[in-house]
């Protein structure tokens, strides 16, 4: 049986429900080794099988860390090491050191959320480098991760991001036809801004519709006063963070739920949308425009433009049949390349793969 080393956080998000169920797939044939920076309750459960345990810190940069790794490594000797975020570092840099065949690093962000400090740049590319293998979840991510860390394309493999399929579970739950909704962090280039302007052109035609935004972040005060400036506050609700249970039930009652990012490596909530069978818009650039195919599976607008995000709101509030036959399409799209068992099954066998390969060498 071969050893799996894995690092990410045991928590109720779409992220851990992948890392669990790959978790559990590979530990059918396999050693696994989960290694966690925080350790929280999960929907999806690690098999007993499966040695659960614990970094010093949630986020492991301090000498304690690397040698607690080395020991571990030392004691089970993997052949594969998996990880991402915060837990690549001491992975490939002790993993590289100790010789481990397999060390894979996942990348799920452009570098435009990079701090872009010349010095941190440089000292990310050499610790990318140590990988054998870099996975990205768009090939927006794989372009953009060449340029910007100079790895070569050769070492990246596109798999993409894939959630849990949670319709069964939403059956009770009805679509709002005049409410809208937004998922995710409050920064700059989440492109919220141009939603609640376009909204405000949108609430002139149709004044009873309502805007949930659900998400925390650094420009929360200054989207409120944009909302009041607009004089919009009264039909915008600001939701702060929610637990993933009422996310999926804001995705299945909204009428559309909308992506408005001026770039996104991959764009968590189009799959999260599609997999609860809602309409989905999202802005025409980089990784979100993979996912979406235009006036088939959801539409897309010109990114930074709230007149043409207007036009395409206006489209599906006024023909319901079409938006129903997006959402569905969405739907379909989802399961057959997003989904987690999809996916697992798919990256299990590039893994596996990995690991035969350097056997053969």
Same mark, same amino acid.
């Given at each position: 049986? +071969?050893?799996?080393?894995?690092?990410?956080?045991?928590?109720?998000?779409?992220?851990?429900?992948?890392?669990?169920?790959?978790?559990?797939?590979?530990?059918?044939?396999? %050693?696994?080794?989960?290694?966690?920076?925080?350790?929280?309750?999960?929907?999806?459960?690690?098999?007993?099988?499966?040695?659960?345990? =614990?970094?010093?810190s949630e986020?492991?940069?301090?000498? +304690?860390?690397?040698?607690?790794l080395?020991?571990?490594?030392?004691?089970?000797?993997? *052949?594969?090491?998996?990880s991402?975020?915060?837990? /690549?570092?001491?992975?490939?840099? %002790?993993g590289?050191?100790?010789?481990?065949?397999?060390?894979?690093a996942?990348?799920?962000?452009?570098?435009?959320?990079?701090? !872009?400090?010349?010095?941190?740049? #440089?000292?990310?590319?050499? @610790?990318?480098?140590?990988?054998?293998?870099?996975? $990205?979840?768009?090939?927006?991510?794989?372009?953009?991760?060449?340029?910007?860390?100079?790895?070569?394309?050769?070492?990246?493999?596109?798999?993409?991001?894939? %959630?849990? *399929?949670?319709?069964d579970?939403?059956?009770?739950?009805?679509?709002?036809?005049?409410?809208?909704?937004? /998922?995710?962090?409050?920064?700059?280039s989440?492109?919220?801004?141009?939603?609640?302007?376009?909204?405000s052109?949108?609430?002139?035609?149709?004044?009873?519709?309502?805007?949930?935004?659900?998400?925390q972040?650094?420009?929360?005060?200054?989207?409120?006063?944009?909302?009041?400036?607009?004089d919009?506050?009264?039909?915008?609700?600001?939701?702060?963070?929610?637990?993933?249970?009422?996310?999926?039930?804001? &995705?299945?009652?909204?009428?559309? $739920?909308?992506?408005?990012?001026?770039?996104?490596?991959?764009?968590? $909530?189009?799959?999260?949308?599609?997999?609860?069978g809602?309409?989905?818009i999202?802005a025409?650039? $980089?990784?979100?425009?993979?996912?979406? =195919?235009?006036?088939e599976?959801?539409?897309?607008?010109?990114?930074?433009?709230?007149?043409?995000?207007?036009?395409?709101? !206006?489209?599906? #509030?006024?023909?319901?049949? &079409?938006?129903?036959?997006?959402?569905?399409?969405? &739907? !379909?799209?989802?399961?057959?390349?997003?989904?987690?068992?999809?996916? @697992?099954?798919? *990256?299990?066998?590039?893994?596996? +793969?990995?690991?035969? *390969?350097d056997?053969?060498?």
């Amino acid at each position: 049986m +071969k050893v799996y080393f894995l690092s990410y956080n045991l928590m109720n998000t779409s992220t851990g429900d992948y890392f669990i169920t790959l978790s559990n797939k590979l530990s059918e044939e396999n %050693v696994v080794v989960v290694i966690a920076g925080k350790i929280r309750e999960t929907n999806i459960i690690l098999k007993e099988d499966i040695t659960v345990l =614990k970094w010093p810190s949630e986020r492991p940069n301090s000498w +304690k860390d690397f040698w607690f790794l080395y020991k571990l490594i030392k004691t089970y000797k993997p *052949d594969a090491m998996l990880s991402m975020f915060s837990f /690549v570092n001491p992975f490939l840099i %002790v993993g590289w050191f100790l010789r481990v065949n397999i060390r894979v690093a996942w990348i799920r962000t452009l570098s435009s959320q990079y701090a !872009q400090k010349r010095y941190k740049v #440089i000292r990310k590319s050499l @610790i990318y480098s140590l990988a054998t293998n870099i996975i $990205t979840n768009s090939n927006t991510t794989k372009k953009d991760v060449s340029n910007f860390f100079k790895i070569p394309k050769c070492k990246i493999t596109v798999l993409p991001n894939s %959630v849990k *399929d949670y319709s069964d579970t939403l059956l009770e739950e009805t679509t709002n036809k005049k409410n809208l909704l937004y /998922v995710g962090r409050l920064h700059p280039s989440k492109g919220i801004d141009v939603l609640l302007r376009a909204f405000s052109t949108l609430l002139k035609r149709f004044p009873n519709f309502h805007l949930d935004i659900i998400g925390q972040g650094e420009i929360l005060k200054e989207l409120i006063a944009l909302t009041e400036s607009l004089d919009i506050s009264k039909s915008v609700s600001f939701l702060g963070e929610h637990k993933k249970e009422m996310v999926l039930k804001a &995705y299945k009652k909204s009428f559309c $739920t909308i992506i408005p990012s001026r770039s996104e490596a991959f764009g968590f $909530t189009v799959i999260e949308a599609m997999s609860v069978g809602t309409c989905v818009i999202g802005a025409n650039n $980089t990784g979100i425009k993979e996912i979406i =195919k235009h006036e088939e599976t959801g539409l897309l607008f010109e990114t930074g433009n709230p007149n043409d995000l207007v036009q395409k709101l !206006q489209i599906v #509030i006024l023909d319901v049949d &079409y938006r129903n036959s997006l959402a569905q399409a969405g &739907y !379909q799209r989802f399961i057959e390349c997003y989904e987690n068992s999809v996916a @697992i099954n798919r *990256d299990v066998e590039f893994f596996n +793969k990995l690991i035969i *390969d350097d056997t053969k060498i």
